[in-house]
């Protein structure tokens, strides 16, 4: 029993894990003006190197302590945004491959805060890594790419939304998501965050030990979208 129970801990040190502590919408963009207008209409190809998605997600149950929350951050997003003549008339669609996720790198990890202390060892992050890209979670070797467009972008320049359909794993799902837009005379920014479920992305939540060591269902996604509009 003691072999079964350090092997579950070994493992929960290298899973994802899940307990969210939700942080404001608006992010990443201290003393970014807000966006005054939006660019003249037309087609815009996301800008991949001030571009990316990032997933928190958390230990829980009663052995969580044994293991450890992780940072995963995609910076090779890529796609199209094409601008209206308002909010409503935009949209846009965008890729970013599996294989392009960083596990628990040390930058990432100290600028989300007490929640992710220290840096991880490489062993654990390749581990997490794995456990990530398997079967059973992303299925990298089957669906390659999260793809997501919008569906419907509503509100104003001060308080967008955008419907989105998001495509994991062969599963596709809907979700609303509030965002911010900021910019300068060369660049518009997307920035936001909001709380994904597991289940919801038709991904199943990891558990050990009748739930001791278990992967929660919700898990944040924080998200920077840039494109060059000149």
Not at 39 to 54: F, K
Not at 178 to 200: C, K, M, N, W, Y
Request: proline share 7%.
């Amino acid at each position: 029993m003691f072999k079964q129970i350090a092997a579950a801990v070994l493992v929960l040190s290298v899973a994802a894990c899940a307990a969210p502590r939700l942080r404001p919408v608006t992010p990443w963009l201290p003393g970014q003006p807000g966006l005054q207008s939006l660019p003249a209409p037309g087609e815009y190809p996301i800008d991949s190197s001030g571009s990316e998605l990032r997933l928190l997600v958390y230990r829980a149950g009663a052995l969580s302590n044994l293991g450890h929350n992780h940072v995963m951050v995609n910076r090779a997003v890529t796609g199209l945004v094409q601008i209206g003549g308002s909010v409503s008339a935009s949209s846009f669609s965008l890729k970013a491959a599996v294989n392009d996720f960083l596990v628990d790198d040390a930058q990432s990890r100290s600028e989300e805060g007490e929640d992710f202390p220290g840096d991880i060892p490489e062993d654990a992050k390749a581990g997490t890594r794995r456990n990530m890209l398997s079967n059973a979670v992303l299925n990298a070797a089957e669906f390659p790419d999260i793809t997501v467009k919008s569906v419907s972008l509503t509100g104003t320049l001060e308080a967008p939304n955008a419907v989105l359909e998001i495509s994991v794993a062969g599963h596709t799902s809907t979700i609303s998501m509030p965002f911010s837009l900021r910019g300068d005379p060369h660049h518009v920014i997307a920035a936001g965050s909001t709380e994904l479920r597991q289940t919801a992305l038709g991904l199943t939540p990891y558990s050990l030990v009748h739930g001791a060591l278990q992967v929660q269902d919700a898990m944040q996604l924080k998200f920077k979208i840039t494109v060059a509009t000149n």
